[in-house]
């Protein structure tokens, strides 16, 4: 097995494990023992290829973008999941969990939800399901986030306010997690990233891991081998980077690289830099690195895109950070708004802001020519409309 996967007990190394209120045990033993079996049956494989297929519009394109790659003197090819329906990578790990969540036959599911990319990708699949669905988010991320609201509504969700708090992200998933605690028998919880008590960060790297499986066919097919130098992915929790590199963890060949927010720069107080800033701790439910204060308190983090503001990191990326089989580098809203803007007018794509982070990394590395480069785009800019408009005065 691999060193860099989840071993028998839960772990990446020292990371990971389940530190959960003695409440949510009997939960996350039920999936502990039971994800495995699960989604390694016949049944389950078919239904989840074919929703891949025919729902989610899988496999999304390799596209070799020209431009871009005569700009940077690499082969830069970008793995097109803004082209997913909804709009970005978050649907694959939906549509894994709400098949499990019937296999285990829960009727409602639950969610937390920051920018709402997760919670529509939820609010969609337990449409498609016919499942009640309860999505909590920040009040203050409900302000923001209006359109998306609007559509988790539209498919029938119910959106509730988290009023505790710093009214973002954080509180949601606290509310979420007192949910389930109340609601232990029918209810199953959708976790959007690669984070939370194990068995999340290792299910939903499975479920997230089409992406790089569906790169080694298409890469073979475009350049006559199926790695890359370079695989390329922002990092919130961590759910489309881990899938990004899944296939190619142990290819030494291959240089891994995640992309973290600077937000407004590192060191500036404003900042979602987990592997720079934080430390060894728990969130969430997994030892990881978090950022936290001296005596342990959270750290509130941010990032001009909702989805990187989140204080913490996967247990797997905070273990390929420490064994350094990753590099770690992060990138301020200027640089992935002007990188956001470049894609646009090179490629005619608008990326969404997060993986507009992967892409401004581009600009920090240096090619010698022939390079093969892959960035993982992991969703649509459409969300972000109002703050292209409003950064550049448009
Ligand atoms: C388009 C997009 N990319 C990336 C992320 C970050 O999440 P993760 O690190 O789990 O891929 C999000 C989160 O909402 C997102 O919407």
């Known amino acids: 097995?691999?060193?860099?996967?989840?071993?028998?007990?839960?772990?990446?190394?020292?990371?990971?494990?389940?530190?959960?209120?003695?409440?949510?045990?009997?939960?996350?033993?039920?999936?502990?023992?039971?994800?495995?079996?699960i989604i390694q049956r016949s049944d389950f494989r078919e239904e989840f290829d074919q929703l891949l297929r025919d729902y989610v519009g899988r496999p999304s394109p390799l596209y070799f973008a020209k431009r871009l790659s005569e700009r940077y003197n690499a082969n830069i090819f970008l793995k097109r999941e803004d082209l997913n329906h909804t709009g970005a990578h978050k649907i694959n790990n939906t549509i894994g969990q709400i098949l499990l969540a019937e296999r285990l036959g829960k009727k409602r599911i639950i969610?937390?939800?920051?920018?709402?990319?997760h919670g529509v990708a939820t609010a969609t699949v337990c449409a498609l399901k016919g499942l009640q669905c309860v999505v909590y988010m920040g009040a203050i991320d409900i302000e923001r986030q209006a359109p998306n609201v609007a559509r988790m509504k539209m498919m029938g969700a119910e959106v509730i306010a988290a009023t505790s708090g710093s009214r973002t992200l954080k509180d949601a998933t606290n509310e979420a997690l007192r949910d389930w605690i109340n609601n232990p028998v029918d209810t199953h919880y959708i976790i959007g990233s690669v984070v939370g008590p194990h068995?999340?960060?290792?299910?939903?790297?499975?479920?997230?891991?089409?992406?790089?499986?569906?790169?080694?066919?298409?890469?073979?097919?475009?350049?006559?081998?199926e790695t890359p130098d370079y695989a390329l992915a922002c990092v919130g929790g961590g759910s489309n980077a881990a899938g990004m590199f899944y296939h190619f963890l142990d290819e030494p060949s291959v240089s891994l690289v995640a992309v973290e927010a600077a937000g407004k720069g590192v060191h500036s107080g404003e900042s979602a830099a987990t592997t720079v800033l934080g430390r060894e701790g728990v969130l969430h439910g997994s030892r990881s690195i978090v950022m936290q204060t001296d005596d342990g308190q959270v750290?509130?983090?941010?990032?001009?895109?909702?989805?990187?503001d989140y204080p913490g990191i996967g247990p797997q990326h905070a273990w390929l950070?420490?064994?350094?089989?990753a590099t770690?580098?992060?990138?301020?809203?200027?640089?992935?708004?002007?990188?956001?803007?470049?894609?646009?007018?090179?490629?005619g794509i608008i990326p969404a802001i997060e993986s507009a982070h992967a892409l401004a990394q581009l600009e920090k590395m240096v090619f010698k020519g022939g390079e093969n480069v892959v960035v993982c785009?992991?969703?649509?800019?459409?969300?972000?409309?109002?703050n292209y408009m409003k950064y550049f005065g448009f």
């Not at 750290?299 to 990187?308: H, K, M, T």
């Open 1 to 37: 097995m691999s060193e860099y996967q989840v071993n028998d007990k839960g772990y990446y190394g020292n990371f990971g494990g389940a530190y959960v209120p003695e409440m949510l045990y009997p939960n996350v033993e039920e999936l502990q023992q039971q994800y495995l079996q």
């Open 377 to 386: 785009l992991s969703g649509r800019g459409d969300k972000d409309l109002d």
């Open 321 to 325: 950070h420490k064994t350094g089989r």
């Open 328 to 347: 770690y580098a992060c990138i301020t809203d200027d640089e992935a708004m002007r990188a956001g803007l470049l894609l646009t007018r090179l490629e």
């Open 111 to 117: 969610a937390e939800t920051g920018a709402g990319q």
């Open 199 to 225: 068995p999340y960060p290792d299910m939903v790297a499975r479920f997230q891991s089409v992406i790089s499986a569906e790169t080694r066919k298409q890469l073979l097919e475009k350049t006559g081998r």
């Open 299 to 308: 750290v509130e983090p941010y990032s001009i895109s909702a989805g990187l």
